[in-house]
């Protein structure tokens, strides 16, 4: 079964911010971070359990080749996404993204 997916403005805000820095650089590069994070958007919904558990029901998945991880909690009718969280940004830094999504 597949689950929709929703995120926190933060974590659509991270990915646009992540997006634009990248485009500044070469908008392959934006296009190919872009890619990856729809592959794992779409691996995430397909098999939400499958990846590494973190504290207080949190999953992550790392972005391949990119310094960013994909953090999110699997609920029973959706899959909310907390944070596109850079690997140099201090960790956790997103858990009390968790009060607005319920």
Not at 7 to 15: D, F
Not at 36 to 60: M, T, Y
Not at 70 to 97: C, T
Request: overall charge neutral; aromatic content about 14%.
């Amino acid at each position: 079964m597949t689950l929709p997916l929703r995120e926190t403005g933060a974590a659509a805000w991270e990915l646009d911010e992540a997006l634009a820095y990248y485009s500044d650089i070469h908008p392959d590069v934006a296009g190919g971070f872009f890619q990856e994070v729809g592959r794992a958007k779409q691996l995430i919904s397909q098999f939400p359990l499958a990846w590494k558990n973190l504290d207080r029901g949190l999953k992550e998945f790392v972005i391949r080749h990119h310094p960013y991880t994909l953090v999110y909690q699997v609920r029973e009718d959706m899959i909310w996404i907390l944070a596109y969280a850079h690997h140099s940004r201090r960790p956790g830094y997103w858990k009390d993204r968790l009060r607005n999504t319920h």
